[in-house]
C-alpha cells in the first residue's frame, strides 16, 4: 500500500507518548487476530524485539517502551508533542475493527437467497455501537486502513458505506479462513476495489441475457414437448449456464488452457451439455423418444442426465476441448474422477503446475454437505499425487436435499459449502437472480484459480422451480417455499427487465433473442455459436487402437533374458552414499542373486521386473495407495530411504534416459477418492499400467461404490473403456475378519459379459506374466488381482529366470509332482494360498491318487483350459473344489456352474462337492486357535469329501 495515514502514525509524530495508549489497543487486537489490523501495522509489530522469544512475542507492559524506541530510530529522528486526541484514536480502533468485522462477517447480512425465505439476523458486530461508534460520528474522517475505496482517509459515513455495498448486498465472501496473507490481500482488493459489482460493458451485458435466455430456452422447451418426463432440469438455477460460458471463455482467452474436464450430477446437466458442450438439441431429442444413440454399440446404455459428452469450443486464445465425464446417481462420486482424468491430460502435457487443464466440479449443496468423499477429494487436493492445480467448484444450491430443507436435518455446518474452509479454500456465496454478481465472482474464481493454483468455491444460491423432479409435486413438503416461488420471476426475465429499464436493450429485442433460440431448437441445430465442427484431434485422447478387441486370455509377455539381467543390474545401482536400511540391503543383494539365477525368484523380484520390462518396451506406470513404496507387507522396496538424512530415491525411474514416467505414490488414508482418481486417470491414459493396491483387500469396501458404479459398469453403460488394476492382498493366514478376505465373492457377483478380469495368481512368474498382459495386450478391461500375503516369502511360491521370459499368463495351472494320470481318482480344485496347503498335506501324507489344479483366473472363466487340464485323469470318482472362505463367500456360488459344467463334460455323473468353510456372516473368524481347527478341517474334507 501506498505511504498512507497508517505509515504516518507509524512514524514520530503519532509515537508520541500521547497516542502509546492507541498503540496498545491496536497491539491487543493484532494479539487476538492479526489479520484484524492493517497490513502496515502488522509488519511493524512482527518486527518488534522479543528478547529470544517467538517473533511478536512482546509482553504486553512492555510495548509502550518498545514503540519510543522505535521511533526514537526512525528515519524522521524525532517525538512529536503534537498528539492526537485518545478519543478519537480510541474511535479509530474501533472503525479498523468495524472494517475487520465486515470481512469476516459481511456474509451473513447479504442478500443470498432470491426468494428472500433465508434471511439471517445481521450480526451485532456489524453495528457502530458495538465499535464504541454512533451516527454522531458518521461524518467524522478516520483513517480507512487497507480498505481499497480509492482514498487512505473517509468519513465513517463512507467507509460504512463502502464495507456495505463491498459485502452486504448479493454477495457474501469468506475468506478470512485464508492464512496466506499475499491471496487474502487480493481477494480483499479486488472486491473493494469496484464495492463488490464492477461496471460491465453493453457487449457483455447483452451476451450475459442471451446466455440466460438459452438455459431457460431449453428447459420451457423440454416442458412443453416432454411434459412430466424427468430431466432435473435448471429451472430456478439457470445462472449456472452464464457460469460456466464464463470459465470456458475466459480461461480460453487466456491461452493457457486447452482442456477443461467437467463433473457434475443430474441437476441441469442436459442444459449444460446442449448450451455450454454444444450437444446437438436434436440428439436429446431423439433420446427423450427412447431411440438409441448411434457410436455407442459397446453400450447398454444409461438415462439421459447421466450421460458424458465431449466437444471443442472456439475462445479467444484458440481451441478449448470440453469433457464431461459421465455419472451415476452418486452424485458426489464424480468429483474425485474428474481429478484423476485431469491429472492424466496433465501427466501427458508434462503440465507440473496445472496450466493446461481445468477441472470444475458441479455439486448439489446438500450432497456436498453430506458426503464424505467430497471432504476426501478436498484433501487430495494439494498432495503430490493427486493434485490438479486448483478446482473451481461450484455449487448449485436449491436450498433443499430432495425433500428436506429444515436447517437442523439438512446439515451442521452454516453454509453446505464449509467444508472447502479445511483447505483454506476461498468461498463466494451469491444471489442467483443477480447474473452480473455470479459474472463477477466467476471471473474471480477463474482468476484466483489461474494466480494461485488452488480450489476455489462459488455458492450459488438458487432454487429449483419443478422440485426434486418434474415428475414430483414439491409443495407437498415445501409448501411456504414453493407458494414463494408460484410467484417469483425468473432470473431472465428479472434481467431482461432490468437493461431494459436501463436502455441497455429493448424489450422487442429481448423478445427477439427468446424467438431465435425457439427457432433454433424447433430446426434440431447446435445452439452453441462457438462449438468447433471440425475440431482440433490433436485435443483429444486417442483410444482407436483398443477399440473393437474380442476376450481373449492370450498375449506374449516373453522378454530377452540378457536384456531382463541388464535392467536388474540397473535397479542395483544406487546413488553414491546412500544408505539403505539394513533388511533392505539383504533384500536388494538376494536380488542380485536372483537375477543370476543363484537364487530362485520371489514375488517382490518378479512384480518389480515386470514393471522394469514394461518401462523398457515404452509403457508409463502409475502406482498409488496406502504402503505402495514398500508394500504393506514389505516385499516390494519400490522406493528406497537413505538412512542417513531420509531421501527417497526410487530406482525404477533410472533405467534409461527418456524412460517413461513410472509415478509411484504412497496415498492418504483414502479408498473412496483414491481410487475413483485412478480409475478417472486410467481412462484417460491407455497406454499406462495404471495401478492401485488396497493395504488390505478388504479395504476395497470402502470404495464399493467406485467398483459398482465405474469399474465394472462403466464399459457397458456408458461405452468407457479402462484398464486400472486393482492389487487386493487376500488370504487366510489367522488375522481376523478385517484382514483376510478381500470379498472375492462382490467382484465375481458383477461380473458379466467380460466386464472385468478376475486372478489370484499364485507364482511369482504369475504375477509378472499377469501385469505385462494388463498392458501389452490392447484389450483394455479392469483387472482384479487378489495377492497373497504369506506366499510372497513362502518356499514353495518361487519361479525362475526361464519362467519370466519364456512363459506366458496361465488361467489354469495343472499338476506339477509326477504323479500317473491314470492313478488320479479325485482331482482338488483350488485357488490362491490354500493351493500350498494342500500340496505341503498331499506331500506329507505320500498321497498319489490325488491332483491339485490351480484355476488362475475366476473371471472370465476359463471352462476350455480347464477341460484340456482335465483330460488325462480319465479314471476320477471325484472333483472337489476347495477354498478358504466361507461356502457362502469365495468363488464357490459364483464360479460352481462353470466347474459343473467341465465336469459333467468329462465324465457323465461326475458330481462337484465343497470343501471349505460353514457359511458365515463374517469373513473370518478372530481367534487363532479356531482359525487352525477350521483350516485343518478344510483341508482334511477336500482329501476325503
Known amino acids: 500500500m501506498q505511504d498512507s495515514v497508517m505509515q504516518r502514525m507509524w512514524d514520530s509524530a503519532y509515537l508520541s507518548g500521547g497516542n502509546a495508549e492507541y498503540v496498545e489497543e491496536l497491539y491487543e487486537l493484532y494479539l487476538q487476530d492479526p489479520s484484524a489490523v492493517p497490513e502496515e501495522w502488522r509488519s511493524k509489530f512482527q518486527k518488534l524485539p522479543t528478547n529470544g522469544s517467538q517473533s511478536g512475542d512482546v509482553p504486553h507492559s512492555g510495548i509502550r517502551e518498545q514503540f519510543i524506541q522505535l521511533a526514537k530510530s526512525s528515519r524522521r529522528g524525532q517525538v512529536s508533542t503534537g498528539a492526537v486526541s485518545p478519543e478519537h484514536e480510541k474511535k479509530q480502533i474501533g472503525v479498523l475493527q468495524l472494517i475487520q468485522d465486515y470481512r469476516l462477517l459481511g456474509h451473513r447480512a447479504a442478500q443470498l437467497d432470491p426468494l428472500g425465505l433465508q434471511q439471517k439476523p445481521v450480526p451485532v458486530e456489524l453495528s457502530l455501537a458495538s465499535h464504541g461508534l454512533g451516527d454522531a460520528d458518521l461524518d467524522t474522517i478516520f483513517s480507512s486502513g487497507d480498505l481499497s475505496i480509492g482514498k487512505t482517509e473517509a468519513t465513517l459515513r463512507e467507509i460504512q458505506q463502502a464495507l456495505k455495498e463491498t459485502y452486504c448486498r448479493t454477495i457474501g465472501t469468506e475468506f478470512s479462513h485464508v492464512v496466506t496473507t499475499e491471496e487474502r490481500s487480493w481477494l480483499q482488493n479486488r472486491f473493494e476495489s469496484v464495492r463488490g459489482r464492477p461496471a460491465f460493458s453493453v457487449e457483455v451485458r447483452k451476451h450475459l441475457l442471451e446466455r440466460l435466455t438459452a438455459a431457460e430456452g431449453l428447459e420451457k422447451y423440454l416442458g412443453t414437448k416432454y411434459p412430466g418426463a424427468k430431466r432435473f432440469g435448471l429451472e430456478g438455477g439457470e445462472s449456472l449456464v452464464p457460469v460456466l460460458d464464463e470459465i470456458v471463455q475466459r480461461v480460453g482467452s487466456q491461452g493457457l488452457v486447452k482442456e477443461i474436464v467437467l463433473g457434475m450430477a443430474h441437476r441441469g446437466r442436459l442444459n449444460v451439455l446442449v448450451n455450454i458442450l454444444g450437444k446437438n438439441p436434436r440428439d436429446l431429442f431423439d433420446e427423450f423418444d427412447g431411440k438409441h444413440v448411434a457410436g455407442l454399440s459397446l453400450s447398454c446404455g444409461d438415462v439421459k442426465y447421466h450421460q458424458g459428452f465431449s466437444s471443442n469450443i472456439m475462445t479467444g486464445g484458440g481451441e478449448v476441448h470440453l469433457a464431461m465425464a459421465f455419472n451415476p446417481s452418486h452424485l458426489e462420486i464424480v468429483s474425485p474422477v474428474v481429478e484423476g482424468s485431469v491429472r492424466a491430460r496433465q501427466d501427458r502435457r508434462d503440465d507440473a503446475s496445472g496450466d493446461t487443464v481445468l477441472p470444475i466440479t458441479i455439486h448439489g449443496d446438500s450432497a456436498i454437505a453430506g458426503q464424505g ?342 464399459e457397458h453403460k456408458w461405452g468407457r473403456l479402462c484398464g486400472l488394476t486393482m492389487l487386493l492382498p487376500h488370504g487366510y493366514e489367522g488375522q481376523g475378519p478385517e484382514h483376510s478376505s478381500a470379498r472375492l465373492e462382490r467382484y465375481l457377483q458383477l461380473c458379466a459379459e467380460h466386464n472385468i478380469q478376475v486372478c489370484v495368481p499364485t507364482t511369482p512368474a504369475q504375477v509378472y506374466h499377469m501385469l505385462r498382459r494388463q498392458i501389452i495386450r490392447p484389450l483394455r478391461k479392469p483387472l482384479v488381482a487378489l495377492t497373497p500375503k504369506s506366499l510372497l516369502r513362502h518356499k514353495l511360491a518361487v519361479s525362475s529366470l526361464e519362467e519370466l521370459t519364456q512363459g506366458s499368463f496361465q488361467t489354469v495351472i495343472g499338476e506339477i509332482d509326477p504323479i500317473e494320470p491314470g492313478k488320479v481318482e479325485r482331482v482338488i480344485l483350488c485357488s490362491g494360498k490354500v493351493y500350498y496347503d494342500l500340496l505341503e498335506k498331499r506331500r506329507s501324507e505320500g498321497r498319489n491318487d490325488i491332483a491339485i489344479v490351480r484355476i488362475e483366473q475366476l473371471y472370465p472363466f476359463p471352462e476350455d483350459d480347464l477341460t484340456e487340464v482335465l483330460a488325462p485323469y480319465q479314471n476320477l470318482k471325484h472333483v472337489v473344489w476347495c477354498q478358504e472362505e466361507p461356502m457362502n463367500q469365495g468363488a464357490w456360488y459364483c464360479s460352481q456352474h462353470h466347474m459343473r459344467r467341465v465336469a459333467a463334460a468329462h465324465k457323465q455323473g461326475l458330481f462337484l462337492e465343497y470343501a471349505g468353510r460353514p457359511a458365515s456372516a463374517s469373513p473370518a473368524v478372530g481367534y487363532a486357535s479356531v482359525h487352525a481347527e477350521q483350516q485343518e478341517k478344510l483341508l482334511q474334507d477336500a482329501f476325503t469329501i
Open 373 to 714: 468423499v467430497v471432504m476426501e477429494t478436498y484433501q487430495m487436493s494439494l498432495l503430490r499425487g493427486f493434485k490438479t492445480g486448483g478446482t473451481i467448484r461450484i455449487a448449485v444450491n436449491n436450498q433443499v436435499g430432495f425433500t428436506t430443507n429444515r436447517a437442523d436435518d439438512v446439515r451442521s455446518t452454516e453454509y453446505a459449502t464449509d467444508v472447502a474452509k479445511m483447505i483454506q479454500a476461498p468461498i463466494f456465496h451469491v444471489n442467483g437472480d443477480d447474473p452480473e454478481a455470479v459474472l463477477f465472482v466467476t471471473q474471480l474464481a477463474v482468476d484466483y484459480r489461474q494466480q494461485f493454483k488452488r480450489d476455489v468455491v462459488i455458492d450459488l444460491v438458487c432454487y429449483r422451480r419443478r422440485g426434486h423432479n418434474e415428475a414430483d409435486e414439491p409443495s407437498g413438503t415445501q409448501p411456504l417455499m414453493y407458494q414463494k416461488i408460484a410467484k417469483h420471476t425468473t432470473t431472465r426475465e428479472l434481467y431482461a427487465d432490468a437493461l431494459v429499464k436501463a436502455q441497455v436493450i429493448t424489450a422487442e429485442e429481448a423478445q427477439a433473442l427468446v424467438d431465435e433460440y425457439r427457432k433454433a431448437l424447433d430446426n434440431g441445430q447446435f445452439v452453441v455459436k462457438s462449438l468447433v465442427k471440425e475440431p482440433n484431434k490433436a485435443l483429444f485422447v486417442d483410444w482407436t487402437p483398443y477399440i473393437g478387441h474380442a476376450w481373449t486370455a492370450q498375449s506374449d509377455t516373453r522378454f530377452d533374458l540378457k536384456n531382463l539381467q541388464d535392467l536388474s543390474s540397473k535397479l542395483l545401482n544406487l546413488p553414491e552414499g546412500f544408505a539403505v536400511q539394513r533388511q533392505v540391503g539383504k533384500l536388494l543383494e538376494e536380488r542380485g542373486k536372483m537375477a543370476t539365477g543363484e537364487m530362485p525368484i520371489n514375488w517382490g523380484y518378479a512384480e518389480t521386473m515386470a514393471y522394469a520390462t514394461l518401462l523398457s518396451q515404452g509403457y508409463p506406470i502409475r502406482i498409488t495407495g496406502q504402503d505402495v513404496g514398500r508394500g504393506t507387507f514389505s516385499h516390494r522396496h519400490a522406493a528406497l530411504h537413505n538412512q542417513k538424512d531420509g531421501s527417497n530415491y526410487i530406482p525404477l525411474q533410472h533405467l534409461f534416459d527418456g524412460q517413461p514416467s513410472f509415478t509411484l505414490f504412497d496415498s492418504f488414508l483414502s479408498e473412496e477418492a483414491v481410487l475413483a482418481f485412478e480409475y478417472g486417470y486410467s481412462t484417460t491414459t491407455p497406454n499406462a499400467l495404471v495401478i492401485w493396491e488396497a493395504q488390505f483387500g478388504d479395504f476395497a469396501n470402502g470404495a464399493q461404490v467406485v467398483i459398482d458404479q465405474f469399474i465394472t459398469s462403466g
